[in-house]
């Protein structure tokens, strides 16, 4: 169903209305503060993320019902201790939009989506409280790999980047040889190392060819779960377990379940 500017309105005001009535009323949401939420914080989003990743729209929904709520609650702890509000939360956000984005509110140019991220990363060095330097607005608790994904996408944007994207595999053919010589020097620390590298080239071939390297290895994930799941079910029902299962059994059932993705997706 779509609602009307005004009826958005007012079910935000009623969402801020039964936070109120909580914040007063309930005795776990009076005792809550921004170190206490923050871990739930995190789970909440990363349950977005699996809805996102499955496409599951109730649950996607849900789960930003339940992210929107954070934030809400943020803003109100933030009034109590008279810092902020939503309001100010609102605006602000409104303002950095408005700022960042002079193609359409101003008089600059940006055609394609490359073109303004480029300006969004000069505008930002330019905010008075701004990053300091290129690679300062990424946040040191992301994910190792995302965080790899942003640092390089970062760096793109101010030119440091290859020519032509296809050099990119002669670094990954370098990186994986570095690694496979410590390996075979039996040096753990070094070959963690190279390992890394291998990793940072491997997500740069990604992004270079405009792929998510988060998402593709979350679909990958998800993949084997569905086909192990699949090995699992049918083992149990032959009345063994796993355990009993001899390789070639398992690669059996295991190459029955990719048969099957392959038949339904056709």
């Given at each position: 169903?779509?609602?009307?500017?005004?009826?958005?309105?007012?079910?935000?005001?009623?969402?801020?209305?039964?936070?109120?009535?909580?914040?007063?009323?309930?005795?776990?949401?009076?005792?809550?503060?921004?170190?206490?939420?923050?871990?739930?914080?995190?789970?909440?989003?990363?349950?977005?993320?699996?809805?996102?990743?499955?496409?599951?729209?109730?649950?996607?929904?849900?789960?930003?019902?339940?992210?929107?709520?954070?934030?809400?609650?943020?803003?109100?702890?933030?009034?109590?201790?008279?810092?902020?509000?939503?309001?100010?939360?609102?605006?602000?956000?409104?303002?950095?939009?408005?700022?960042?984005?002079?193609?359409?509110?101003?008089?600059?140019?940006?055609?394609?989506?490359?073109?303004?991220?480029?300006?969004?990363?000069?505008?930002?060095?330019?905010?008075?409280?701004?990053?300091?330097?290129?690679?300062?607005?990424?946040p040191e608790s992301l994910p190792s790999l995302i965080k790899a994904?942003?640092?390089?996408?970062?760096?793109?944007?101010?030119?440091?980047d290859w020519e032509e994207r296809s050099q990119v595999w002669e670094?990954?053919?370098?990186?994986?040889?570095?690694?496979?010589?410590?390996?075979?020097?039996?040096?753990?620390?070094?070959?963690?190392?190279?390992?890394?590298?291998?990793?940072?080239?491997?997500?740069?071939a990604a992004r270079l060819y405009h792929i998510n390297p988060d998402?593709?290895?979350?679909?990958?994930?998800?993949?084997?779960?569905?086909?192990?799941?699949?090995?699992?079910?049918?083992?149990?029902?032959?009345?063994?377990?796993?355990?009993?299962?001899?390789?070639?059994?398992?690669?059996?059932?295991?190459?029955?379940?990719?048969?099957?993705?392959?038949?339904?997706?056709?």
């Open positions: 169903m779509m609602h009307s500017k005004e009826e958005k309105m007012e079910a935000f005001g009623r969402l801020l209305d039964v936070l109120d009535t909580l914040r007063e009323k309930c005795p776990w949401d009076k005792k809550q503060t921004n170190e206490s939420l923050r871990p739930n914080t995190i789970e909440e989003t990363y349950e977005l993320c699996d809805a996102l990743i499955k496409e599951d729209q109730l649950n996607i929904c849900k789960e930003l019902g339940d992210v929107l709520l954070h934030i809400c609650f943020y803003a109100k702890i933030g009034s109590e201790k008279g810092e902020f509000d939503i309001a100010d939360v609102c605006n602000k956000l409104c303002d950095k939009l408005i700022y960042r984005h002079p193609h359409v509110y101003g008089d600059s140019v940006a055609n394609t989506a490359k073109e303004v991220i480029q300006s969004w990363e000069q505008l930002k060095l330019k905010e008075k409280d701004g990053n300091k330097t290129v690679l300062s607005g990424v994904y942003r640092i390089q996408d970062k760096a793109r944007n101010v030119g440091f670094k990954v053919k370098e990186e994986i040889s570095e690694f496979q010589t410590e390996i075979e020097n039996m040096d753990q620390q070094k070959a963690t190392e190279e390992f890394g590298d291998v990793m940072f080239s491997l997500i740069n998402n593709a290895l979350e679909h990958t994930n998800q993949k084997f779960i569905r086909r192990f799941g699949y090995v699992e079910e049918k083992t149990i029902k032959q009345g063994r377990s796993l355990q009993d299962m001899s390789l070639e059994e398992m690669d059996q059932l295991w190459n029955e379940a990719k048969q099957m993705e392959k038949t339904k997706s056709n």
